[in-house]
């Protein structure tokens, strides 16, 4: 996305679910101070199970992208109110992707899910198609654009390699 700005957090504790939530919920309300009016946030394995939490507190979230989330910590995701995506792949030997797909049937709507065949937990090899899906939905979000509901599975041609 074009003129977009992005914050990245080190978590004071990490690992520490609780703080971590409260890591976001700090760098959501600096942006806020600095004149921010949206924030999509993105989170990956732990972060992703961190995201969903926080997404569901904060009122300047407009998105949230849960990519190979872990299950613990998710449980807000049934009051998150804003659209999320999830993003998983079938090969993660970290954490099975079916932790997306309960997030997923537990989430309120708008949600996507989408399953990358035979992507391990990092995702690399599906990083050309990944980058693809997160900057124009990131940018929707950011533009109040409306998003369907939905659960797909993709095959991007650089996934056939396999591995992490």
């Not at 309960?102 to 990092?122: F, Q």
């Amino acid at each position: 996305p074009r003129n977009v700005s992005v914050l990245r957090l080190d978590y004071r504790q990490p690992n520490a679910f609780e703080e971590c939530v409260l890591d976001i919920l700090a760098g959501c309300s600096f942006l806020k101070g600095i004149g921010a009016t949206d924030a999509v946030l993105v989170g990956h394995s732990f972060g992703g199970a961190v995201v969903v939490k926080a997404g569901a507190l904060h009122p300047l979230v407009r998105g949230v992208a849960s990519l190979s989330p872990q299950l613990y910590g998710t449980r807000q995701v049934e009051e998150l109110d804003r659209p999320l995506l999830l993003v998983h792949g079938s090969a993660d030997e970290v954490l099975d992707s079916e932790a997306s797909e309960d997030i997923y049937r537990r989430a309120l709507d708008p949600k996507r899910l989408v399953i990358y065949g035979d992507a391990g937990h990092s995702l690399g090899t599906v990083a050309e198609a990944l980058d693809d899906l997160l900057a124009p939905w990131i940018e929707a979000r950011l533009l109040g654009e409306t998003m369907e509901s939905g659960r797909t599975v993709e095959w991007p041609a650089d996934a056939e390699s396999g591995g992490q």
